[in-house]
C-alpha cells in the first residue's frame, strides 16, 4: 500500500496516478482546506513526525511513500526522510527564467541579510504566512507588506507574530492562481519597489510572480528551494520525479505489484535518448543514463546500454544505443534496440554544406541544421500524409522536434543524426506501415513518449495516421472494415474504395474520418460486432460487451416475431441469426447501427453493410 503526503497541485496529480492502479492508498495532508476527491483513496488530516510515520507503516502494510508536499514544508520533508521508508519524491518543474535580475537566497536567513545589505522603500512578502516569523528581523525595523490567504486561521497566525493587520493584503481566491496581470495589479496598487517570494514552481505560481515584477522593474528577492535530497543520506530508497510519467514509472520499479500492467517509452523516446547520448558522447561527456524532455515538459531518465565514439577518415562520429523497455503493451518493438549516429554534417571544398547524403532532410529553415538519416531497419516514406517529406527517413514530427530539443541544448554544431533499429526491417512485416507508405523498416514514432499498457491508443493513432494518408492522396470517401476479410468484402463490390481497418474501434474511427473531412463512409461489419454497434456499444470489444441476446429478442420482437424467446434460445453465435430470422430483422439491426454511428459522424454519407461471418 501507499501514503501520499499532499495538499498541493502535485498531490492531486499523485492521486489521480495512485487511483489508476485500483488499489487502497492514503492520502495525508495537515489540514482538510485542499477539497478532492478519494475512489480508492483514504483521507487522512493532521500533521505527523517521523515516529507517526513509521507506526502508521507498519500498521497498515504502507510500503512507499509518495512526497507531494511544497516544496518548503521542510518538517514534513526530514520527518519523511528519518523515517526510513522508501520514498518517491515529486518535484515541481523546473522554471528557466533566463538573465533576469535576481538575488538569489539561500534560505531566509540569507534573506535577511541580502535585504538589510540594501533595504527597499517597501517590499511585498509573497512567501506566505509561515515565513512570517522567519523574516521577523527585516519587517520590524522595515516597510514590509504580506499577502495571507483569505482564511481565519491565517490572520490568526498572523496577528500572533505582532504583524500589523494594516500590513496585511489577501489573496483572491484560495483555489485560483493570479494571472500575470493580476499581480502587477498588486504591486502596483501596494507601491512596493520590491518584492521577496519562494522558488515554488509553476505550480506555485512562481513565473507569474517573476514576470510581474520584471515588468515593473521591480528589485526581486528569490528563497531557493531546500535541498531536498541532502536529506536522505542512506536513509532511504530515493527517487526525484516531476511528472506523472515518471511518478508512475518510479511506483512500478519499487512496487511492481501495484499496477496490474506496466508503462513504457516510445520508439520516439527512446531514439532521442540515444541521440542525445551520442551527443554527449561525441562533445567528450559519455553517459550510461540520460535525462530526456518529454513533449509536455517533464523530464525521465533513460538508461543507455552502449557508446563509442570513432571517426570514419573524414569526420568524426559517435554512436549509442539505448533499449526499448518491455510495456505490457502488445508493441512489436518491445526489447528491440535502437542506436543513433551522430557527426558533423560533412561541408564541400567552398564550405558548403554537402546535401549528397542519402535521405537528407533538412529541420525547416529557422532552425540550425539537423539532417536525418535512415539508417538500417527504420522505414522510408513513399506516400504523402505522414507529416514527413517523402523519399525521407520514417521518423515523425514530434521525436524529431525531441531530438532537435535535446540535441539544442548541447551544441549549435550542423549535425547528421542517423537512426537504425535492429530487426526493423523484420519487425515492420507485423505492422501497418506498408498501408501508410512506410518501406524497409518501422517508423519512430510516439507524441507523448509514453506507451500505456495494452495501448488502445496506440492502435487507435494509427487509424488516424492511415487516415491522413487518404486524405493526402485526394480521397473524399473511406472503407473502414474490422479486419481482412471486411475489407476483401468491401473491395468486392467497389474496387477502388481504399479501406482501413478499425479493429474494434467503430467510434474513433468514425469520429476521426469525421473530423479529417471525409464525406462519405463505408463500413463494413460482420455481423457479432454488428448486434453490439446496433445497441450503441462504438467499442466492440469482446472483453468490454457480449452479445446481448434479450436485446436481440426485443429487436425481433419490434419487427413481428412472435416466437423470439423460443428461436433464439440455443443460439450462442450471431452468425447463426442468418438462417433464423427474416429480412426485416437485419433491416433494423442496420437502422440502429445507423443511427449510433451518426451521434460521431453526424454529417456526409454513411453506408453500413452487414457481412456474414
Same mark, same amino acid.
Given at each position: 500500500?501507499?501514503?501520499?503526503?499532499?495538499?498541493?497541485?502535485?498531490?492531486?496529480?499523485?492521486?489521480?496516478?495512485?487511483?489508476?492502479?485500483?488499489?487502497?492508498?492514503?492520502?495525508?495532508?495537515?489540514?482538510?482546506?485542499?477539497?478532492?476527491?478519494?475512489?480508492?483513496?483514504?483521507?487522512?488530516?493532521?500533521?505527523?513526525?517521523?515516529?507517526?510515520?513509521?507506526?502508521?507503516?507498519?500498521?497498515?502494510?504502507?510500503?512507499?511513500?509518495?512526497?507531494?508536499?511544497?516544496?518548503?514544508?521542510?518538517?514534513?520533508?526530514?520527518?519523511?526522510?528519518?523515517?526510513?521508508?522508501?520514498?518517491?519524491?515529486?518535484?515541481?518543474?523546473?522554471?528557466?527564467?533566463?538573465?533576469?535580475?535576481?538575488?538569489?537566497?539561500?534560505?531566509?536567513?540569507?534573506?535577511?541579510?541580502? =535585504?538589510?545589505?540594501?533595504? &527597499?522603500? $517597501?517590499?511585498?512578502?509573497? %512567501? *506566505?504566512?509561515?515565513?512570517? !516569523?522567519?523574516? @521577523? +528581523?527585516?519587517?520590524?525595523?522595515?516597510?514590509?507588506?504580506?499577502?495571507?490567504?483569505?482564511?481565519?486561521?491565517?490572520?490568526?497566525?498572523?496577528?500572533?507574530?505582532?504583524?500589523?493587520?494594516?500590513?496585511?493584503?489577501?489573496?483572491?481566491?484560495?483555489?485560483?492562481?493570479?494571472?500575470?496581470?493580476?499581480?502587477?495589479?498588486?504591486?502596483?496598487?501596494?507601491?512596493?519597489?520590491?518584492?521577496?517570494?519562494?522558488?515554488?514552481?509553476?505550480?506555485?505560481?512562481?513565473?507569474?510572480?517573476?514576470?510581474?515584477?520584471?515588468?515593473?522593474?521591480?528589485?526581486?528577492?528569490?528563497?531557493?528551494?531546500?535541498?531536498?535530497?541532502?536529506?536522505?543520506?542512506?536513509?532511504?530508497?530515493?527517487?526525484?520525479?516531476?511528472?506523472?510519467?515518471?511518478?508512475?514509472?518510479?511506483?512500478?520499479?519499487? =512496487?511492481?505489484?501495484?499496477? &496490474?500492467? $506496466?508503462?513504457?517509452?516510445? %520508439? *520516439?523516446?527512446?531514439?532521442? !535518448?540515444?541521440? @542525445? +547520448?551520442?551527443?554527449?558522447?561525441?562533445?567528450?561527456?559519455?553517459?550510461?543514463?540520460?535525462?530526456?524532455?518529454?513533449?509536455?515538459?517533464?523530464?525521465?531518465?533513460?538508461?543507455?546500454?552502449?557508446?563509442?565514439?570513432?571517426?570514419?577518415?573524414?569526420?568524426?562520429?559517435?554512436?549509442?544505443?539505448?533499449?526499448?523497455?518491455?510495456?505490457?503493451?502488445?508493441?512489436?518493438?518491445?526489447?528491440?534496440?535502437?542506436?543513433?549516429?551522430?557527426?558533423?554534417?560533412?561541408?564541400?571544398?567552398?564550405?558548403?554544406?554537402?546535401?549528397?547524403?542519402?535521405?537528407?532532410?533538412?529541420?525547416?529553415?529557422?532552425?540550425?541544421?539537423?539532417?536525418?538519416?535512415?539508417?538500417?531497419?527504420?522505414?522510408?516514406?513513399?506516400?504523402?500524409?505522414?507529416?514527413?517529406?517523402?523519399?525521407?527517413?520514417?521518423?515523425?514530427?514530434?521525436?524529431?522536434?525531441?531530438?532537435?530539443?535535446?540535441?539544442?541544448?548541447?551544441?549549435? !554544431?550542423?549535425?547528421?543524426?542517423?537512426?537504425?533499429?535492429?530487426?526493423?526491417?523484420?519487425?515492420?512485416?507485423?505492422?501497418?506501415?506498408?498501408?501508410?507508405?512506410?518501406?524497409?523498416?518501422?517508423?519512430?514514432?510516439?507524441?507523448?513518449?509514453?506507451?500505456?499498457?495494452?495501448?488502445?491508443?496506440?492502435?487507435?493513432?494509427?487509424?488516424?495516421?492511415?487516415?491522413?494518408?487518404?486524405?493526402?492522396?485526394?480521397?473524399?470517401?473511406?472503407?473502414?472494415?474490422?479486419?481482412?476479410?471486411?475489407?476483401?468484402?468491401?473491395?468486392?463490390?467497389?474496387?477502388?474504395?481504399?479501406?482501413?481497418?478499425?479493429?474494434?474501434?467503430?467510434?474513433?474511427?468514425?469520429?476521426?474520418?469525421?473530423?479529417?473531412?471525409?464525406?462519405?463512409?463505408?463500413?463494413?461489419?460482420?455481423?457479432?460486432?454488428?448486434?453490439?454497434?446496433?445497441?450503441?456499444?462504438?467499442?466492440?470489444?469482446?472483453?468490454?460487451?457480449?452479445?446481448?441476446?434479450?436485446?436481440?429478442?426485443?429487436?425481433?420482437?419490434?419487427?413481428?416475431?412472435?416466437?423470439?424467446?423460443?428461436?433464439?434460445?440455443?443460439?450462442?453465435?450471431?452468425?447463426?441469426?442468418?438462417?433464423?430470422?427474416?429480412?426485416?430483422?437485419?433491416?433494423?439491426?442496420?437502422?440502429?447501427?445507423?443511427?449510433?454511428?451518426?451521434?460521431?459522424?453526424?454529417?456526409?454519407?454513411?453506408?453500413?453493410?452487414?457481412?456474414?461471418?
Amino acid at each position: 500500500m501507499i501514503l501520499i503526503f499532499g495538499g498541493t497541485t502535485e498531490g492531486r496529480m499523485a492521486v489521480d496516478v495512485c487511483e489508476q492502479a485500483g488499489q487502497p492508498f492514503y492520502y495525508s495532508t495537515r489540514s482538510s482546506g485542499q477539497q478532492i476527491v478519494l475512489h480508492h483513496g483514504q483521507r487522512l488530516v493532521g500533521t505527523m513526525t517521523a515516529d507517526d510515520i513509521r507506526h502508521f507503516c507498519q500498521k497498515n502494510a504502507i510500503r512507499l511513500l509518495i512526497d507531494a508536499s511544497h516544496p518548503f514544508a521542510e518538517g514534513l520533508h526530514q520527518a519523511i526522510a528519518a523515517s526510513g521508508m522508501p520514498v518517491i519524491r515529486v518535484e515541481r518543474l523546473p522554471l528557466t527564467i533566463g538573465h533576469s535580475p535576481l538575488t538569489i537566497c539561500h534560505d531566509f536567513d540569507d534573506a535577511v541579510v541580502k =535585504l538589510n545589505e540594501n533595504p &527597499p522603500q $517597501r517590499l511585498l512578502a509573497l %512567501t *506566505g504566512v509561515n515565513t512570517i !516569523a522567519k523574516l @521577523k +528581523a527585516y519587517w520590524q525595523q522595515h516597510d514590509t507588506i504580506f499577502r495571507i490567504l483569505p482564511r481565519p486561521e491565517s490572520l490568526q497566525q498572523a496577528l500572533a507574530q505582532g504583524f500589523p493587520e494594516q500590513q496585511l493584503v489577501y489573496y483572491n481566491s484560495e483555489d485560483t492562481l493570479p494571472t500575470v496581470e493580476q499581480e502587477k495589479e498588486l504591486m502596483q496598487r501596494t507601491g512596493c519597489d520590491a518584492i521577496i517570494t519562494k522558488e515554488s514552481g509553476d505550480s506555485g505560481g512562481f513565473k507569474a510572480k517573476v514576470e510581474a515584477a520584471l515588468s515593473l522593474g521591480l528589485q526581486l528577492y528569490v528563497v531557493a528551494a531546500p535541498n531536498y535530497r541532502a536529506l536522505f543520506d542512506n536513509r532511504a530508497v530515493l527517487r526525484t520525479v516531476n511528472g506523472r510519467h515518471g511518478l508512475r514509472r518510479a511506483i512500478e520499479e519499487l =512496487l511492481p505489484s501495484y499496477f &496490474p500492467l $506496466r508503462t513504457g517509452l516510445t %520508439t *520516439g523516446a527512446i531514439a532521442t !535518448a540515444a541521440v @542525445k +547520448a551520442a551527443t554527449l558522447a561525441l562533445l567528450g561527456e559519455p553517459t550510461d543514463e540520460v535525462e530526456l524532455h518529454l513533449p509536455d515538459g517533464e523530464t525521465i531518465h533513460v538508461p543507455i546500454d552502449h557508446q563509442e565514439v570513432g571517426s570514419d577518415g573524414v569526420r568524426p562520429f559517435a554512436v549509442a544505443t539505448a533499449t526499448k523497455d518491455f510495456s505490457d503493451d502488445p508493441d512489436v518493438t518491445r526489447g528491440c534496440h535502437i542506436t543513433a549516429k551522430v557527426a558533423p554534417i560533412s561541408t564541400l571544398e567552398d564550405g558548403a554544406i554537402d546535401t549528397s547524403a542519402n535521405n537528407a532532410i533538412e529541420v525547416p529553415s529557422g532552425t540550425s541544421s539537423l539532417r536525418f538519416l535512415q539508417g538500417s531497419g527504420v522505414g522510408r516514406v513513399t506516400l504523402p500524409g505522414l507529416g514527413i517529406p517523402v523519399g525521407g527517413p520514417a521518423i515523425n514530427p514530434v521525436p524529431r522536434q525531441m531530438m532537435e530539443a535535446e540535441v539544442r541544448a548541447l551544441t549549435d !554544431a550542423p549535425l547528421d543524426i542517423t537512426i537504425s533499429v535492429e530487426g526493423g526491417r523484420e519487425l515492420a512485416e507485423r505492422t501497418f506501415n506498408s498501408r501508410v507508405g512506410v518501406v524497409d523498416g518501422i517508423s519512430i514514432i510516439g507524441t507523448s513518449g509514453i506507451v500505456s499498457p495494452l495501448s488502445n491508443e496506440a492502435f487507435i493513432r494509427s487509424i488516424g495516421r492511415e487516415l491522413q494518408v487518404a486524405r493526402a492522396m485526394g480521397c473524399n470517401a473511406i472503407g473502414l472494415a474490422s479486419g481482412k476479410r471486411g475489407e476483401t468484402a468491401l473491395l468486392e463490390r467497389e474496387p477502388t474504395l481504399r479501406v482501413i481497418h478499425y479493429g474494434n474501434f467503430v467510434g474513433d474511427s468514425l469520429r476521426q474520418a469525421h473530423e479529417q473531412g471525409f464525406t462519405r463512409v463505408v463500413l463494413g461489419i460482420m455481423i457479432g460486432k454488428a448486434v453490439k454497434l446496433a445497441e450503441g456499444h462504438l467499442d466492440t470489444h469482446s472483453h468490454k460487451v457480449l452479445m446481448n441476446k434479450a436485446f436481440l429478442i426485443d429487436v425481433a420482437h419490434q419487427v413481428g416475431v412472435a416466437d423470439a424467446e423460443e428461436l433464439l434460445a440455443p443460439v450462442t453465435m450471431a452468425r447463426e441469426l442468418w438462417t433464423l430470422l427474416p429480412p426485416a430483422f437485419f433491416a433494423r439491426l442496420h437502422d440502429l447501427c445507423i443511427q449510433h454511428c451518426r451521434t460521431v459522424f453526424p454529417t456526409g454519407t454513411l453506408e453500413i453493410n452487414i457481412l456474414e461471418q
